[in-house]
């Protein structure tokens, strides 16, 4: 009797074992399976990582390519493209400019007295007026007609530049393009300032 209660507590005691055993086989293995599944996803983010930053490339060597300078701009020749684009963009700006003028020499003829020393009659305002609205679309069409033939002419590369200012406006360091530090020195003192607005909308406001 004394030994079969023997044989079964050491029955019992080794199903315990047994068990045991099991569950620590079955811990290792959950653990293993973590672990392989944490290898894996750190695999796909760096994967995931690196090809965003092929892509980061890709893109910055396109927008670069998009806006190189030719070849045939020289150092000298960048100082002609700014002066030539000054006169273009002022004209245009004083296109823009003139209905308003006439209009406010209309409306205050008897105090401004300057179309009356030019023997302007009041009644002849309108005409003025019409005229400056009705060029508008021609002398536009014509600016941008003469520029482009200057361009190929001359084998000046404008639109290029204007693209590379543009791309350096886009990608200013301030908020404030006049604030950079950054200028242009190979460009002539006086047109430094042009060049380091980039003709963008700040340079047209100030």
Same mark, same amino acid.
């Given at each position: 009797m004394?030994d079969q209660?023997?044989?079964?507590?050491?029955?019992?005691?080794?199903?315990?074992e047994r068990?045991?055993?099991g569950?620590? *086989?079955?811990? %290792? $293995?959950?653990?293993?399976?973590?672990a392989?599944?944490? @290898?894996?996803? *750190?695999?796909?983010?760096?994967d $995931?990582?690196a090809?965003a930053?092929?892509e980061e490339?890709?893109?910055?060597g396109? @927008?670069?390519?998009?806006?190189?300078? %030719?070849? %045939?701009?020289? =150092?000298?020749?960048? *100082?002609?493209?700014?002066?030539e684009? /000054?006169?273009?963009? !002022?004209d245009?700006?004083?296109?823009?400019y003139?209905?308003?003028? /006439?209009?406010l020499?209309w409306?205050?003829?008897e105090?401004?007295v300057?179309?009356?020393?030019y023997?302007? +009659?009041?009644?002849?305002?309108?005409?003025?007026?019409?005229?400056?609205? =009705?060029?508008?679309p021609?002398?536009v069409?014509?600016d941008?007609?003469?520029l482009n033939?200057? *361009?190929?002419?001359h084998?000046?590369?404008i639109? %290029?530049?204007?693209?590379?200012? $543009?791309?350096?406006?886009a990608? +200013?360091?301030? +908020?404030?393009?006049?604030?950079?530090?950054f /200028? !242009?020195?190979q =460009?002539?003192?006086d047109l430094q300032?042009?060049d380091?607005?980039?003709?963008? $909308?700040?340079?047209?406001?100030?």
């Open positions: 004394e209660k023997i044989d079964q507590a050491d029955l019992a005691r080794r199903r315990k068990t045991a055993e569950e620590e *086989e079955e811990e %290792d $293995a959950g653990d293993e399976q973590e392989k599944e944490a @290898d894996e996803d *750190e695999d796909e983010s760096g $995931a990582k090809k930053s092929d490339e890709e893109e910055q396109e @927008d670069e390519a998009d806006v190189d300078l %030719d070849e %045939d701009a020289g =150092v000298m020749e960048v *100082e002609g493209l700014i002066g684009y /000054v006169g273009y963009s !002022n245009t700006l004083a296109l823009l003139t209905p308003m003028f /006439v209009a020499l409306m205050f003829y105090e401004t300057v179309a009356k020393l023997g302007i +009659r009041v009644q002849d305002f309108v005409f003025y007026f019409l005229f400056s609205i =009705v060029i508008l021609f002398q069409v014509i941008i007609w003469f033939i200057q *361009e190929w002419y084998y000046r590369p639109h %290029d530049y204007l693209d590379y200012l $543009a791309f350096r406006y990608t +200013r360091k301030a +908020r404030w393009k006049g604030s950079e530090g /200028v !242009n020195k =460009v002539a003192a300032s042009l380091q607005m980039c003709f963008s $909308a700040q340079h047209y406001f100030v």
